[in-house]
């Protein structure tokens, strides 16, 4: 009683004072997404957006997709628009290239694109070869989709990654999204874009959620094929990824942060057409290069990435020779040891960047 009265008997500006003081304020949750919910965003939209647009592929529509990606959609969209299809890639492929020139905007799911082999030639010489070959007559609007690269415990025929690939190919566009925001504005644009794209998920990025920003929730939210983000600055050494290396690149990166090395992490976004730009500027203010990817070494990402900076105007800036962290250059093993130590890790990483920093 005795603490209420001093309040009563207080002027009204001091007890608002003390009263403010007892409060304090948190700025609201960041909203949650994982990859997988960011796609299934991105695809309800652009299905809801275009009446044109519809989904095929190996259990998309009852099942709500092998990896729940195309969840609800079915439900909401229907037989005609999300579409189940047999065990043959070469014929819902074809049937979707035939649709694409038609007018309609296919997007074809692969259950992952190890399986894609069966349709390379849809992909490749039907898909990717008519705009030009038409003389710019006859657009070919599709996507492909599905998840890429090494899982978990599939072994040597389950993973395999497609960006140097399908990278290697003219009149294909090919994207690698990292996070939940990539994912969702590059499948947009992907299904936006009139030439052929090639979107390569990850399935163990599938379930992990990423901060998701408001303008990432906007259903007018693009992110530009051709286009990499650079996230995390620095100015010692320039490290480039795709997929989901990225996160291993910035882990990797804050380890070393805390003994003086600051790395510039650049996630890729677009494997083709590659933003040269930016790795060269990157290149230019640190002097030093590491790239790092899942795939294998020959011909990989990260070979073209170094030979472009050798022939471009950066390489005269490089204070040492690039390094390339890659996938082992074997067929993937089943025994999880064996696979730990054939795709890269941190560990990895970080060797890299010491190694190229000569510390």
Not at 152 to 170: D, K
Not at 175 to 200: C, F, H, T, Y
Not at 293 to 322: K, T
Request: net charge neutral; charged share 20%; aromatic share 8%.
């Amino acid at each position: 009683m005795a603490a209420v009265s001093g309040l009563v008997r207080r002027p009204l500006r001091e007890v608002s004072g003390l009263l403010k003081r007892r409060f304090h304020w948190t700025a609201p949750a960041a909203l949650q997404v994982t990859v997988r919910d960011a796609i299934n965003q991105g695809m309800d939209e652009e299905l809801e957006r275009d009446e044109k647009v519809f989904l095929l592929g190996e259990e998309v529509a009852q099942y709500d997709g092998a990896y729940k990606v195309s969840r609800g959609l079915w439900k909401k969209y229907g037989d005609k628009r999300i579409i189940d299809t047999p065990i043959s890639e070469m014929g819902f492929a074809g049937i979707a290239v035939g649709a694409a020139m038609a007018g309609l905007r296919p997007i074809c799911e692969f259950m992952t694109f190890n399986f894609s082999m069966q349709a390379i030639d849809q992909v490749i010489n039907s898909a990717a070869k008519t705009y030009y070959m038409s003389g710019g007559l006859q657009p070919v609007p599709i996507v492909f989709r599905g998840p890429n690269g090494a899982s978990a415990g599939v072994a040597a025929q389950h993973s395999q990654c497609f960006a140097a690939w399908y990278g290697h190919c003219p009149g294909l566009k090919v994207v690698s999204p990292w996070n939940s925001e990539d994912a969702k504005g590059l499948i947009k644009s992907a299904i936006r874009d009139n030439n052929p794209v090639v979107v390569l998920e990850n399935e163990l990025m599938y379930g992990v959620p990423f901060e998701f920003p408001p303008e990432a929730q906007s259903k007018d939210f693009l992110i530009p094929i051709g286009k990499a983000k650079i996230e995390r600055q620095g100015t010692h050494i320039t490290v480039v990824s795709h997929s989901r290396p990225v996160g291993h690149c910035l882990e990797a990166a804050a380890v070393l942060s805390k003994e003086g090395v600051e790395c510039e992490v650049i996630n890729m976004r677009t494997i083709r057409p590659m933003d040269m730009e930016t790795i060269e500027a990157s290149v230019m203010k640190t002097n030093h290069l590491v790239t790092v990817e899942g795939g294998w070494p020959q011909f990989g990402v990260g070979a073209e990435i170094c030979a472009r900076i050798m022939e471009g105007p950066a390489f005269n800036f490089l204070d040492a020779p690039a390094v390339r962290v890659t996938g082992a250059d074997v067929p993937m093993p089943y025994a999880k040891i064996l696979e730990d130590n054939s795709i890269p890790q941190v560990k990895d990483i970080i060797f890299a960047i010491k190694k190229t920093l000569n510390i």
